[in-house]
């Protein structure tokens, strides 16, 4: 069965950054695009960032681009979010997802998820 483990969420303050990971197991990573989501309370779960099978493409969505950085080691099946500069409005859950489609912004397009991890930001 895949596995796909998030890690690094926490508590920071506005302006302070994290690095989140997600360790994939049972999963063919290097034949997999692997994006990041969040879903905050209340809200439906939104596209962050996605990279290809190599790495050496990525998307943001607007509201991440310039703060947040995607990268991926297949040798270690595992794909990074570094998250600088952060604001409130990042507080939320982050999930990553893998899929077989590249680049897939929506979450339908993912086939498998991790189980999330808690990011919050005070102001």
């Known amino acids: 069965q895949v596995q796909l483990v998030e890690s690094g969420g926490g508590l920071v303050q506005a302006g302070g950054s994290l690095r989140l990971s997600c360790a994939a197991s049972?999963?063919?990573?290097?034949?997999?695009?692997m994006g990041w989501f969040r879903q905050a309370p209340g809200e439906e779960r939104e596209f962050v960032a996605t990279?290809?099978?190599?790495?050496?493409?990525?998307y943001y969505a607007d509201s991440v681009k310039g703060r947040f950085t995607i990268s991926r080691d297949n040798a270690k099946n595992t794909v990074y979010l570094q998250m600088n500069s952060l604001k409130p409005e990042d507080t939320a859950v982050y999930y990553c997802a893998a899929s077989r489609v590249f680049p897939s912004l929506s979450p339908g397009g993912y086939n498998y998820w991790g189980q999330g991890t808690q990011v919050t930001v005070s102001s």
């Open positions: 990279t290809g099978r190599s790495g050496g493409s990525t």
């Open positions: 049972r999963l063919t990573f290097s034949a997999y695009a």
